[in-house]
């Protein structure tokens, strides 16, 4: 019986018989202390918490993978403090806060916004040697509706900076903070890496896929329209210049924009034309978890920066079932799907991946740059240079 000559090795190109297991780019993607990104991050005010979230009943955070403490005192400061009290351990989460500070339940040291050690009511005359007690703290500040926190090393503490886009608010409309994983919906805090979802923003393309075909028309119908894009750098990050040439002969430019290290300004989806008017920090909860922080202008009565968006059949992404979620996927389920953090080393990027990759590469150079003592893109020390400006935006009928 004659036999067939088979190419084994073409036949079982591909296998994933004895795959070698994938990796992540840690440097690009854990976040503790000591950590390239994580030092990098600590070198920006990053927001941990929205303004009405800081009271006078201790709160439990997570940032960077650090667990921390936010109160405000009575006399309206805010503060950032370590949990394990620096007397005996206790957690501050159980104190009580009062117009000096946070006052620990097991012997009552009082800690003010600062660390500083006020009061020792079990040691003669209050503690006369209070001073010497400091309870590990971080600086915090109210700004945009958010809490910023500076969690980086004290020398080199920058200012604040101002965002232009959120500078013009008029006699009927405020600055709003809102905290949300995903515009789709779903817990507050994701369960992936912070970068997957980040960098996002410069993924133009997905737009046209996922959010036109495989999730249904999410957004107006210019957004359908396959982009040019063209992608390149700014003073502080990667912008994404879209142009959509329409039916009607007009043309729909678009422009995404993110600044290193995690900050995105993404317009609107639905149509609201011009600049953007809000920003957004995506902050790494710890190397498998991120949260986003959102400032926006709104009107004087608005509750939420932007209402849900409707999924399938009318649905929000909490009323869906796991089917549905899974037959009409969107952001949530294309970033968390990726894993907890995604593995590099099994990507195979292309053309339309441009934009992240010159993102991934200026964060690289941001990491040499704090490697070597220097300051980061973005950082300032000087109240008047210390303004965050977005080109971002929604401009119809454009002229190319």
Same mark, same amino acid.
Request: hydrophobic letters at 35%; a negative charge; charged letters at 25%.
């Given at each position: 019986? !004659?036999?067939? @000559?088979?190419?084994?090795?073409? %036949?079982? @190109?591909?296998?994933?018989?004895?795959?070698?297991?994938?990796?992540?780019?840690? /440097?690009?993607?854990?976040?503790?202390?000591?950590?390239?990104?994580? *030092?990098?991050?600590?070198?920006? #005010?990053?927001?941990?918490? %929205?303004?009405?979230?800081?009271? /006078?009943?201790?709160?439990?955070?997570?940032?960077?993978?650090?667990?921390?403490?936010?109160?405000?005192?009575?006399?309206?400061?805010?503060?950032?403090?370590?949990?394990?009290?620096?007397?005996?351990?206790?957690?501050?989460?159980?104190?009580?806060?009062? $117009?000096?500070?946070?006052?620990?339940?097991?012997?009552? #040291?009082?800690?003010?916004?600062?660390?500083?050690?006020?009061?020792?009511?079990?040691?003669?005359?209050?503690?006369?040697?209070?001073?010497?007690?400091?309870?590990?703290?971080?600086?915090?500040?109210?700004?945009? =509706?958010?809490?910023?926190?500076?969690?980086?090393?004290?020398?080199?503490?920058?200012?604040?900076?101002?965002?232009?886009?959120?500078?013009?608010?008029?006699?009927?409309?405020?600055?709003?903070?809102?905290?949300?994983?995903?515009?789709?919906?779903?817990?507050?805090?994701?369960?992936?890496?912070?970068?997957?979802?980040? *960098?996002?923003?410069?993924?133009?393309?997905?737009?046209?896929?996922?959010? &036109?075909?495989? @999730?249904?028309?999410?957004?107006?119908? !210019?957004?359908?329209?396959?982009?040019?894009?063209? #992608?390149?750098?700014?003073?502080?990050?990667?912008?994404?210049?879209?142009?959509?040439?329409?039916? =009607?002969?007009?043309?729909?430019?678009?422009?995404?924009?993110?600044?290193?290290?995690?900050?995105?300004?993404?317009? =609107?989806?639905?149509?609201?034309?011009?600049?953007?008017?809000?920003?957004?920090?995506?902050?790494?909860?710890?190397?498998?978890?991120? /949260?986003?922080?959102?400032?926006?202008?709104?009107?004087?009565?608005?509750?939420?920066?932007? $209402?849900?968006?409707?999924?399938?059949?009318?649905?929000?992404?909490? =009323?869906?079932?796991? !089917?549905?979620?899974?037959?009409?996927?969107?952001?949530?389920?294309?970033?968390?799907?990726?894993?907890?953090?995604?593995?590099? &080393?099994?990507?195979?990027?292309?053309?339309?991946?441009?934009? %992240?990759?010159?993102?991934?590469?200026?964060?690289?150079?941001? %990491?040499?740059?704090?490697? *070597?003592?220097?300051?980061? +893109?973005?950082? #300032?020390?000087? *109240?008047?240079?210390?303004?965050?400006?977005? $080109?971002?935006?929604?401009?119809?009928?454009?002229? +190319?």
């Amino acid at each position: 019986m !004659e036999t067939t @000559s088979v190419d084994t090795n073409r %036949l079982h @190109s591909g296998s994933l018989y004895k795959r070698p297991p994938g990796t992540h780019n840690a /440097t690009l993607t854990e976040v503790g202390q000591g950590t390239p990104m994580g *030092e990098l991050l600590r070198r920006y #005010w990053q927001p941990v918490a %929205l303004a009405r979230d800081a009271t /006078t009943t201790p709160k439990l955070i997570r940032a960077l993978g650090e667990e921390l403490i936010l109160f405000r005192d009575k006399s309206g400061r805010p503060g950032l403090v370590h949990p394990r009290c620096a007397h005996r351990g206790t957690s501050l989460y159980y104190g009580k806060v009062e $117009e000096r500070g946070i006052r620990c339940c097991y012997h009552g #040291w009082l800690f003010d916004v600062e660390g500083h050690c006020v009061e020792q009511p079990c040691e003669p005359g209050g503690g006369a040697h209070r001073d010497k007690v400091r309870q590990p703290w971080y600086p915090v500040r109210d700004a945009y =509706d958010l809490v910023f926190a500076y969690m980086g090393p004290p020398e080199k503490m920058p200012v604040l900076p101002r965002v232009d886009a959120l500078e013009g608010a008029g006699p009927d409309q405020k600055i709003l903070g809102e905290q949300k994983a995903f515009a789709s919906g779903g817990p507050a805090i994701a369960d992936c890496n912070w970068l997957q979802y980040f *960098e996002n923003a410069l993924d133009t393309f997905h737009v046209a896929v996922l959010h &036109s075909n495989f @999730s249904g028309l999410q957004f107006i119908p !210019e957004m359908a329209v396959m982009p040019e894009v063209k #992608w390149s750098l700014t003073a502080g990050g990667v912008k994404a210049t879209q142009h959509r040439q329409l039916d =009607d002969g007009k043309l729909f430019l678009r422009v995404t924009e993110v600044l290193s290290p995690n900050v995105r300004s993404v317009p =609107d989806a639905f149509g609201k034309k011009g600049p953007v008017d809000r920003i957004e920090w995506t902050l790494p909860v710890d190397d498998t978890h991120f /949260t986003t922080f959102t400032a926006g202008v709104v009107a004087k009565d608005a509750t939420v920066i932007r $209402e849900r968006r409707v999924l399938h059949n009318g649905k929000l992404w909490e =009323d869906m079932t796991e !089917e549905e979620r899974r037959l009409f996927p969107d952001d949530r389920e294309a970033q968390v799907g990726q894993g907890p953090i995604t593995l590099h &080393s099994d990507e195979h990027l292309a053309t339309s991946d441009q934009g %992240l990759v010159m993102f991934r590469r200026l964060l690289q150079r941001q %990491l040499a740059t704090v490697a *070597e003592g220097k300051d980061p +893109l973005g950082v #300032w020390f000087n *109240e008047a240079e210390a303004v965050i400006r977005l $080109e971002a935006g929604n401009f119809f009928d454009a002229q +190319l």
